[in-house]
């Protein structure tokens, strides 16, 4: 299982991005897909949750009305758009899969085996 992040980068506070996270060899049509994120000398904090299967998406407090994550099966890919970028949101990203609908700890990172490599945002 390979899952590859795309479309991080250094914007202006107010900006967007939109991250990709591809699984290859392995199909995520059935699974949970958490955007995690991890700032220096912080643990990692989950973001947004999405079951493939279903139109089920969980954000953290810290994000909603301002990210948005979204999932392609045909594609398999989920994406993260983020918009309104504040300082605060400077972090590696990560999207990690795991089998099966986590409802309650879509955001624990300890409930994931397969992650990315990572993707920095940095918001100035």
């Known amino acids: 299982v390979q899952l590859v992040e795309s479309g991080g980068g250094s914007v202006p506070a107010g900006g967007s991005l939109r991250l990709s996270c591809t699984a290859a060899?392995?199909?995520?049509?059935?699974?949970?897909v958490t955007w995690f994120r991890q700032a220096p000398g912080k643990g990692r904090e989950g973001v947004a949750g999405?079951?493939?299967?279903?139109?089920?998406?969980r954000y953290a407090n810290s994000v909603k009305g301002r990210f948005t994550a979204s999932h392609d099966n045909a594609e398999n890919t989920v994406y993260h758009q983020m918009n309104n970028l504040k300082p605060e949101d400077t972090a590696m990203y990560y999207c990690?899969?795991?089998?099966?609908?986590?409802?309650?700890?879509?955001?624990?990172?300890?409930?994931?085996?397969?992650w990315g490599q990572g993707t920095q945002v940095t918001v100035s």
């Open positions: 990690a899969a795991s089998i099966g609908r986590h409802e309650t700890d879509w955001y624990k990172a300890d409930r994931f085996a397969n």
């Open positions: 060899g392995y199909t995520i049509n059935r699974d949970t």
């Open positions: 999405v079951f493939t299967g279903s139109p089920y998406i």
